[in-house]
């Protein structure tokens, strides 16, 4: 069983919108900050807004912050990006991971530092 399991990704026109899950398995969310990232085909992959372990939230381009919104339900042991106005930019592979920050509960860590991470779930912005 997979630690971590994206879903909701589909197919979505331009300016729609999309509520991505990140559910785990195996392990509780309650001490681990958790990070959306995306590659589009022929990028790099890249960080889009992490949520800390005490709730913090830290996005990698600010111009996501009115568009993108991290939430997690400890309690359901899911962690949520809701994405509006979508643009045919968005379109990627999301992914989500987790990082054990126990001991740094505000911490959103760097890409590398992540300990487990999902298949991710396909977003395609098309009309």
């Known amino acids: 069983q997979l630690p971590l399991v994206e879903s909701g990704g589909g197919l979505v026109q331009p300016g729609g919108s999309l509520r991505l899950s990140c559910a785990a398995s195996?392990?509780?969310?309650?001490?681990?900050?958790i990070g959306w990232f995306r590659q589009a085909p022929g990028k790099e992959r890249e960080g889009v807004v992490c949520i800390s372990s005490s709730g913090a939230v830290a996005y990698s381009d600010a111009s996501m912050k009115d568009r993108f919104t991290i939430s997690r339900d400890n309690a359901k042991n899911t962690v949520y990006l809701q994405m509006n106005g979508l643009k045919p930019e968005d379109t990627a592979v999301y992914s989500c991971?987790?990082?054990?920050?126990?001991?740094?509960?505000?911490?959103?860590?760097?890409?590398?530092?992540?300990?487990?991470w999902g298949q991710g779930t396909q977003v395609t912005v098309s009309s």
């Open positions: 195996g392990f509780t969310l309650d001490y681990y900050a």
């Open positions: 991971a987790a990082a054990n920050t126990l001991l740094v509960p505000d911490l959103c860590p760097l890409e590398p530092l992540y300990d487990y």
